[in-house]
């Protein structure tokens, strides 16, 4: 098995949901329910950063890997 930084941030997310074990009825359930908390992960993460930046904007971070969206979720 590859580490969480070779992979994409599709593949963590099912990665994610296979290891809580859950139901394969409701699997798609929470992925939606994944994607969405990363989704709002990323806008906390923005706006935390528009907060501090002398600007008061800030660039979304960059999902690039499924570490990033491990430790964002």
């Excluded at 070779?6 to 593949?11: D, L």
């Excluded at 806008?43 to 570490?67: K, L, Y």
């Amino acid at each position: 098995m590859s580490n969480a930084l070779g992979i994409g941030p599709a593949v963590m997310i099912n990665r994610i949901v296979d290891r809580t074990d859950t139901p394969a009825d409701a699997q798609m359930a929470k992925v939606a329910e994944l994607r969405m908390d990363l989704e709002l992960a990323v806008d906390a993460a923005q706006a935390a950063d528009a907060r501090v930046s002398p600007t008061g904007e800030a660039d979304a971070p960059v999902i690039s890997s499924g570490a990033v969206v491990d430790r964002l979720i």
